[in-house]
């Protein structure tokens, strides 16, 4: 396992066990004939793939808590990890496109466009919805899935957002309204023939940010199991099933901060998210903005340059020139349980976890599968 360093944290493993394999490992030229090491061997000629998602559920998180996860501590596998950033936008596309950050372009939770700061799952900002501006398959071109259309179980209420269109554009929506549907479907679409079944779920990440560890957050891990466990045991002879997450969590609770005054007042504005928050620089004060940043901030993140971020490949290798003009000057990742406020970020309460720095508990993610032979 990569450790950090002093100059920088641990990076995803890109080129190794990272979710951005995931895709084509299961729906390449030899689909499941032939698997990298770091997959879960039972996967290996499997002819149906069930690969569930489940949103925040990192790896450290749930080795802490297999008490309430008997059917996930039963499973195959261990952990792989994420992208940079650790978040929901950038990780679940870089899911389904088999792409790393760098290369699909969504770089965080809230991404400068050049004219506005766009909120991405929201695909907005405060003045309005911003489709007609930046249409989803042109802010991010890479087709899902290798190309193909595939069925996808996901909210109901999520078919025909902005981001669905930029990360599910393609496929066969089959949008559930109760979690209990989740494997209801799955059997149906197994036992049609389907090869290939892709499934999110939320539950995980969302109780988290609201209700942070503890009594809420232990019983949805044991209600997550039980679909778990229902999708099991509608598994057909000769399927196999993958749960794997975007990112896990870190709880932050009130430890927030904005930026020092004296790094705002070279900062015109910020996008990211509080355990990545990029920082935009006034003109001609780039130099002084890093070292102002890490000045008052570098003992409790990791302070980078745009340029440091690049030539390490942070957000993966071939970075794309649209890419590049999304990033800010400067970006601050924690690497303490902390968050950096701005102003434009709110939502409608306080998030207890966060997630989207490159610490352990955020950057590790499950790859747990099981099998009917």
């Known amino acids: 396992m990569a450790t950090s360093t002093a100059t920088g944290p641990r990076l995803p493993d890109y080129k190794n066990g990272c979710i951005t394999g995931l895709i084509p490992a299961l729906l390449g030229p030899q689909g499941t004939k032939e698997i990298p090491d770091w997959m879960p061997g039972c996967v290996k000629g499997a002819r149906q793939v069930v690969l569930l998602v489940i949103d925040g559920l990192g790896w450290h998180q749930l080795q802490k808590n297999l008490q309430h996860c008997p059917t996930l501590a039963a499973m195959q596998g261990s952990s792989i990890t994420t992208v940079a950033p650790t978040t929901t936008v950038s990780a679940l596309t870089s899911i389904t496109t088999g792409l790393a950050p760098a ?39 890479c087709p899902p899935f290798m190309g193909a259309s595939v069925p996808v179980l996901s909210k109901a209420e999520l078919e025909g957002s902005a981001f669905t269109e930029a990360h599910l554009r393609g496929v066969r929506a089959r949008g559930w309204r109760a979690a209990s549907s989740i494997a209801v479907e799955v059997g149906q679409l197994l036992r049609s023939g389907e090869k290939f079944i892709y499934a999110y779920y939320d539950g995980v990440d969302k109780i988290a940010h609201e209700r942070g560890f503890g009594s809420f957050y232990e019983a949805e891990l044991a209600s997550a199991d039980g679909i778990v466990k229902k999708i099991q045991d509608s598994l057909t002879p000769g399927a196999v099933l993958i749960v794997t997450a975007d990112h896990g969590q870190v709880m932050v609770g009130t430890n927030t901060m904005p930026p ?42 990791w302070v980078a340059s ?68």
């Open 306 to 373: 745009k340029e440091q971020v690049i030539d390490e490949n942070w957000l993966g290798p071939r970075l794309g020139s649209a890419t590049r003009k999304r990033l800010g000057d400067v970006v601050l990742v924690p690497r303490e349980p902390i968050s950096f406020d701005d102003a434009a970020d709110t939502g409608p309460f306080i998030l207890q976890c966060r997630h989207g720095a490159l610490t352990d508990d955020e950057l590790d993610v499950p790859l747990l599968a099981t099998a009917v032979k």
């Open 260 to 301: 020092h005054p004296e790094v705002m007042a070279m900062a015109a504005y910020q996008s990211g998210e509080g355990r990545f928050r990029w920082l935009h620089a006034r003109d001609g004060v780039q130099v002084e903005l890093l070292a102002r940043a890490t000045t008052h901030h570098s003992n409790v993140a």
């Open 103 to 141: 290369e699909h372009g969504l770089v965080g939770y809230r991404i400068d466009m050049g004219a506005r700061v766009m909120q991405m799952l929201k695909w907005g900002d405060e003045k309005g919805d911003l489709r007609n501006m930046y249409p989803p398959d042109l802010i991010q071109p």
